[in-house]
C-alpha cells in the first residue's frame, strides 16, 4: 500500500458520517429534499348526481359530496382557482338495470356534467371514470349471466360508453373496471370514433380491495351478491401487477394507475423502475377515510398527517394523484394555512 492511501483510509476513519448537517434549517432541507408536491401532480375525484341544486355529504367521507351538475360545475371553479389540473369524474344514475343503458347514454348524468364543466372551464382537464357498477342493478362491474360476469360482452359496453364520453368532451377516458382486453378495446373504439387524440388512463393494477368501501357508499355501487374477486386483482399479487400494467402498455395506455395507492406503494415502486409513461396512483376513499377518523378522534395531527400521505405517493414514483385530498393539498401548497381543512 502506498503511504497516501494509509493516511487517507484514517482519514477516513475519522470522518463521521453527519447526515444532520443539511437537516439543521429549513431553507437547507428546502435545498436537498428530493420529493416534490405540487397541485399539478393532483386529480380531484367527484361524484355527479341527476337533479339540480343538490350538495349532498357522503356520509363515509367528510367534506366530500354527491353534487348535481350545477353545483359540480361551481365546485370545479374552485377546482380550477386552485391550480388543480385536472377532476375525475363519477356518475350515479337514478335508473340502475342489467345493461348499465345510463352508462352510454347520451344525456346521461357524466355526459351532462362534462358538457357543462367543458363550457364553464375549457381549460380543466376532465377525466372520466369508465366503468358499469354505478349503472348496473347488480353493482358489478361487467354483464352477469348466472351468477359470473362475462368479459368480452362487457368490452362492447364499456367500448359505448368510453365514446358516449369522449363526444360529451372528456378530455381524458379513465376505464376501472379490469375486464382483460378492455385498454385495447377502447382505444379501437375511440379511433373509429374520431377520437385519435383523447388519451386512455388505465387503472391497470387495480386490485380487489376492502378500502373502496366509502366509495360504495358514495357511488351506491356495491355488488349485490358476490365480491369483485373475479375481475379485480389479488392483494397479494405484486408480479401479476407488473403484467397488468405490461398488457395495459402493450395495449395503448398512455397513463396507467396503480389502486390503492398506500397499501401498494411497493407495486407502485417496482412499476416506476420499469415503466416510462407517466404513472398515477388512486389514494382511495377507504385511505382517505381512514386518515380523515383518525385526525377528526384527535389521534393524528391532520396538517402533517395528509401531506405526508401525499409526499410518500410521490416517493414512490407516482406523478399524478388521484386524492379527495386535493382541494386541501392545493390550498396548503399555495400559502393558504387559514382555510380550514375540509375534511375535519
Ligand atoms: C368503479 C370504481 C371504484 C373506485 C373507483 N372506480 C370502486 C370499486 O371498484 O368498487 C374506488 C375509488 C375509491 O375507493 O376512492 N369500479
Same mark, same amino acid.
Given at each position: 500500500?502506498?503511504p497516501?492511501?494509509?493516511l487517507?483510509a484514517?482519514?477516513r476513519?475519522?470522518v463521521?458520517?453527519?447526515?444532520r448537517?443539511t437537516?439543521?434549517? =429549513?431553507?437547507?432541507?428546502?435545498?436537498?429534499?428530493?420529493t416534490?408536491?405540487?397541485?399539478?401532480?393532483?386529480?380531484?375525484p367527484?361524484f355527479v348526481?341527476?337533479g339540480g341544486?343538490?350538495?349532498?355529504? *357522503?356520509?363515509?367521507?367528510p367534506?366530500?359530496?354527491?353534487?348535481?351538475?350545477?353545483?359540480?360545475?361551481?365546485e370545479?371553479?374552485e377546482?380550477?382557482a386552485?391550480? *388543480?389540473?385536472?377532476?375525475?369524474l363519477?356518475?350515479?344514475p337514478q335508473?340502475k338495470?342489467? %345493461?348499465?343503458s345510463? @352508462?352510454?347514454?347520451?344525456?346521461?348524468?357524466v355526459?351532462?356534467a362534462v358538457?357543462?364543466?367543458?363550457d =364553464?372551464l375549457?381549460e380543466?382537464c376532465?377525466?372520466t371514470?369508465?366503468?358499469l357498477?354505478?349503472?348496473?342493478?347488480?353493482?358489478h362491474?361487467g354483464?352477469?349471466?348466472?351468477?359470473?360476469?362475462?368479459?368480452?360482452?362487457?368490452?362492447?359496453l364499456?367500448?359505448?360508453?368510453?365514446?358516449?364520453?369522449?363526444q360529451?368532451? %372528456?378530455?381524458?377516458?379513465?376505464?376501472?373496471d379490469? +375486464?382483460?382486453?378492455?385498454?385495447?378495446? *377502447?382505444?379501437?373504439a375511440?379511433?373509429?370514433?374520431?377520437?385519435?387524440?383523447?388519451?386512455?388512463?388505465?387503472?391497470?393494477a387495480?386490485?380487489?380491495?376492502a378500502?373502496?368501501?366509502?366509495?360504495r357508499?358514495a357511488?351506491?355501487?356495491?355488488?349485490?351478491?358476490?365480491?369483485?374477486?373475479?375481475?379485480?386483482?389479488d392483494p397479494?399479487?405484486?408480479?401479476e401487477a407488473?403484467?397488468?400494467?405490461?398488457f395495459?402498455?402493450?395495449?395503448?395506455a398512455?397513463?396507467?394507475?396503480?389502486k390503492?395507492a398506500?397499501?401498494?406503494?411497493?407495486?407502485? %415502486?417496482?412499476a416506476?423502475?420499469r415503466?416510462?409513461l407517466?404513472m398515477?396512483?388512486y389514494?382511495?376513499?377507504?385511505?382517505? @377515510? +381512514?386518515?380523515?377518523a383518525?385526525?377528526?378522534n384527535?389521534?393524528?395531527d391532520?396538517?402533517r398527517?395528509f401531506?405526508e400521505?401525499l409526499?410518500a405517493i410521490?416517493? %414512490?414514483?407516482?406523478?399524478?394523484?388521484?386524492?379527495y385530498?386535493?382541494k386541501d =393539498?392545493a390550498?396548503?401548497?399555495q400559502?393558504?394555512a387559514k382555510?380550514p381543512?375540509?375534511?375535519?
Amino acid at each position: 500500500m502506498k503511504p497516501g492511501n494509509a493516511l487517507l483510509a484514517q482519514v477516513r476513519e475519522d470522518v463521521q458520517n453527519r447526515t444532520r448537517r443539511t437537516r439543521e434549517t =429549513a431553507a437547507m432541507r428546502r435545498m436537498v429534499r428530493e420529493t416534490r408536491l405540487s397541485a399539478d401532480n393532483l386529480v380531484y375525484p367527484m361524484f355527479v348526481v341527476e337533479g339540480g341544486g343538490v350538495k349532498q355529504e *357522503i356520509s363515509s367521507m367528510p367534506g366530500q359530496h354527491q353534487l348535481s351538475v350545477d353545483r359540480l360545475v361551481e365546485e370545479c371553479r374552485e377546482v380550477a382557482a386552485l391550480r *388543480i389540473p385536472g377532476v375525475i369524474l363519477f356518475g350515479i344514475p337514478q335508473h340502475k338495470d342489467d %345493461a348499465a343503458s345510463e @352508462a352510454y347514454a347520451g344525456k346521461g348524468v357524466v355526459q351532462e356534467a362534462v358538457r357543462a364543466v367543458k363550457d =364553464a372551464l375549457p381549460e380543466l382537464c376532465v377525466i372520466t371514470d369508465v366503468c358499469l357498477c354505478e349503472y348496473m342493478d347488480h353493482g358489478h362491474c361487467g354483464v352477469v349471466e348466472e351468477g359470473r360476469i362475462l368479459n368480452d360482452p362487457t368490452l362492447d359496453l364499456l367500448e359505448r360508453t368510453a365514446v358516449s364520453h369522449a363526444q360529451a368532451g %372528456a378530455d381524458m377516458i379513465a376505464p376501472s373496471d379490469m +375486464m382483460d382486453g378492455r385498454v385495447g378495446a *377502447i382505444r379501437r373504439a375511440l379511433d373509429r370514433a374520431g377520437f385519435a387524440q383523447t388519451p386512455v388512463m388505465a387503472y391497470s393494477a387495480k386490485f380487489a380491495s376492502a378500502f373502496y368501501g366509502p366509495f360504495r357508499v358514495a357511488a351506491e355501487s356495491a355488488p349485490a351478491f358476490g365480491d369483485r374477486s373475479s375481475y379485480q386483482m389479488d392483494p397479494a399479487n405484486g408480479r401479476e401487477a407488473q403484467r397488468e400494467i405490461d398488457f395495459d402498455i402493450a395495449e395503448g395506455a398512455d397513463i396507467v394507475m396503480v389502486k390503492p395507492a398506500l397499501v401498494y406503494l411497493d407495486v407502485l %415502486a417496482r412499476a416506476r423502475d420499469r415503466v416510462n409513461l407517466p404513472m398515477a396512483a388512486y389514494n382511495v376513499s377507504g385511505e382517505f @377515510a +381512514m386518515l380523515a377518523a383518525a385526525c377528526r378522534n384527535g389521534w393524528l395531527d391532520p396538517e402533517r398527517a395528509f401531506m405526508e400521505v401525499l409526499t410518500a405517493i410521490r416517493r %414512490a414514483g407516482a406523478d399524478l394523484i388521484l386524492t379527495y385530498f386535493a382541494k386541501d =393539498a392545493a390550498r396548503r401548497l399555495q400559502g393558504d394555512a387559514k382555510t380550514p381543512l375540509s375534511f375535519m
